[in-house]
């Protein structure tokens, strides 16, 4: 095995121990850090695949966590108060389905758009389209606008019961373990290497007869359908959904998470995650301005620290 | 839907988008010519608004204070692309808009301990808080004439300065071929220096005239940078005149929209359902009509002609 691969085995071992360790042992608080954790892990993964592995830098991604988690919370609402029959309901047969279905299309109609331009037009467009969906949900009262929405009562699954902190983490870190081996998985598929290929140098991929719009297209609706979904936990988690977690520093908060563990490497997403939450978890306990530290710390990282730190603490592929 | 409210919202649309131009047209500056993706332009827009609050209660006069803070935005935009942009003119930019993203986040906390969590409210010297009449009932603030007043000026003083005078000169041909401007001996550093100092002093005006309408706030900067954002998606990015344009017709959709779509609707389905749909609606309109706009010329309206 390669430094890189023990070291993706390590970050893994250690996630799937010490956080249930700490709540066996009373640490509740722990536990629950850790899950927002993994489920921003999700998220940062689902974005890696196009930032990283397609060169596509969106800068819109929390619309799709925030889009996920009210395709929990608005059935939910309707479950307890009424209307709207069809989708009233807790059942996770509809949750799931609907968090990444609704996702899956908002990509597609956003993508079709987005994709036609390139470089700080992409960025600007998909920045702004996140900031559409942002405005939309402030403005619908009966979700709670500004205010948010309360989810009263968590997804009903089979198997897992998402009341039990336990069993909500065991959920986020399996679907955390699926979507890694997804995102492998679909790297290293014939598709993956298209999108790779027209990520370095597009005009050959072209002129090799691949029409890349169309498998740009495919990985940013696969990656808006995950985030959509690690949105659906997160409501889970949180059981408070408001639209501030579509708010564009939260996009730029999981790009930073990217950069920061290494783009286009398979553990640096989860690696920027642990970092991002532990640091800001420490900073935060020592001062309220704790967002001045962390803010250098992206110039920094940004000047210096190139290939992330898969990069830096892996070595070169 | 009566004359007056028309005429009162279009004055407000017209506002909106001179507010929007002066973001913009920093914006599309420093990225035509130093082909720079500024996030942080924002900010520049809020830390005017906090200096002129400060400074109007120092000198005790708004107007003074703005003479005095539009310098000092200035000399922020000029440290800030000597010590942070400078380096990153080489990068790709994924990593502009990362550096940029933190220098937000170091920006509103220094707000934050500079000016404290609230926002502070800028009072107005008495002969700018009065109503002047248009003819008939037609009342307008007087300040809200002045801000129409001040970005038309603005506007009409930047394409002089870019269009007829040797440094706009310069400009220009920097945003056409930056190499040749610095072969010819022309000093690329300073020009760069120059522009970003200049976007950032458009940027803090239009902070500093909205602040006594909306009061100075941390992340005032955070929503219209987006805003602007569209602007330039829509005029075309690098384009003076397609920031004018596309400023002026953003502010007028929005603002007519937010006041006059659910009458539009309930001509043609029943009022409760029009007052459901038109803020959704309304709140969505300019980023479907940058949508529109893209898929029909994915380069935006006026795409500059050198790039």
Request: proline share 3%; aromatic share 10%; net charge neutral.
């Amino acid at each position: 095995m390669t430094r890189r691969a023990w070291m993706t085995l390590a970050v893994l071992v250690l996630l799937a121990i010490v956080p249930p360790a700490f709540y066996l042992s009373g640490n509740a608080f722990y536990l629950s850090l850790a899950t927002r954790l993994v489920i921003l892990a999700i998220a940062a993964v689902s974005l890696n695949l196009i930032l990283g592995y397609g060169g596509m830098v969106s800068f819109g991604h929390a619309a799709f966590v925030g889009l996920g988690a009210y395709a929990v919370g608005i059935p939910a609402h309707h479950a307890l108060y009424g209307g709207w029959d069809a989708l009233a309901t807790n059942s996770g047969w509809l949750q799931i389905p609907l968090a990444v279905g609704i996702t899956a299309l908002f990509a597609l109609l956003t993508g079709l758009v987005c994709l036609r331009t390139k470089g700080v037009y992409f960025i600007m467009i998909t920045m702004a389209f996140a900031q559409m969906i942002y405005y939309l949900i402030v403005s619908i009262e009966e979700y709670g606008g500004d205010d948010g929405l309360v989810i009263d009562s968590r997804t009903e699954l089979w198997l897992f019961d998402l009341d039990k902190p336990l069993q909500l983490y065991a959920l986020c870190f399996l679907s955390l373990l699926v979507a890694l081996g997804l995102v492998r998985m679909i790297v290293n598929s014939r598709f993956g290497m298209v999108l790779q290929g027209a990520k370095g140098n597009p005009e050959r991929m072209a002129s090799l007869g691949f029409n890349t719009y169309a498998y740009r297209l495919t990985a940013y609706v696969i990656s808006g359908a995950m985030c959509g979904y690690a949105g659906a936990l997160l409501g889970n988690f949180t059981t408070f959904i408001s639209p501030e977690m579509m708010d564009w520093h939260r996009s730029g908060e999981l790009m930073f998470m990217v950069i920061l563990g290494g783009a286009a490497t398979t553990i640096g997403p989860v690696l920027g995650a642990v970092i991002f939450i532990v640091l800001e978890e420490i900073l935060s306990s020592y001062t309220i301005y704790w967002q001045l530290p962390f803010g250098l710390l992206l110039i920094v990282t940004v000047l210096f620290v190139r290939g992330g730190l898969a990069g830096l603490l892996g070595g070169r592929k | 839907m009566d004359t007056t409210l028309l005429i009162i919202q279009v004055l407000n649309g017209l506002q909106l988008g001179l507010l929007l131009f002066l973001v913009a047209s920093g914006l599309t500056l420093v990225f035509g010519i130093l082909d720079f993706v500024n996030l942080a332009h924002g900010s520049l827009y809020m830390l005017g608004a906090f200096i002129c609050a400060s400074l109007t209660y120092a000198l005790g006069n708004f107007l003074l204070a703005v003479l005095v803070a539009l310098p000092l935005t200035g000399l922020i935009g000029w440290l800030t692309e000597r010590v942070i942009a400078r380096t990153l003119y080489v990068r790709d930019h994924l990593d502009q808009v990362l550096a940029t993203f933190g220098l937000i986040l170091v920006f509103d906390t220094m707000a934050h301990i500079i000016w404290g969590p609230q926002g502070i409210a800028v009072p107005l010297p008495d002969w700018l808080t009065g109503q002047v009449s248009l003819g008939g009932d037609l009342l307008v603030p007087t300040f809200r004439l002045l801000i129409i007043g001040a970005g038309l000026a603005a506007a009409g003083g930047l394409f002089w300065l870019v269009n007829y005078t040797r440094l706009g000169m310069l400009i220009r041909a920097g945003a056409s071929n930056r190499t040749m401007v610095g072969a010819l001996g022309i000093d690329i550093q300073l020009l760069f220096s120059l522009v970003f100092a200049l976007g950032a002093m458009l940027a803090g005006l239009a902070g500093m005239l909205i602040a006594p309408i909306t009061e100075a706030s941390i992340g005032m900067g955070n929503s219209i940078i987006i805003t602007a954002f569209v602007v330039i998606i829509v005029g075309g990015i690098g384009s003076i005149k397609g920031a004018f344009i596309a400023a002026l017709l953003i502010g007028l959709i929005d603002t007519l929209g937010r006041a006059f779509l659910d009458d539009l609707f309930s001509l043609f389905m029943s009022s409760a359902a029009a007052e459901n749909s038109a803020p959704a609606l309304s709140a969505m309109l300019i980023y479907l009509i940058m949508a529109l706009v893209l898929a029909l010329k994915p380069q935006g309206l006026f795409p500059p002609k050198v790039r």
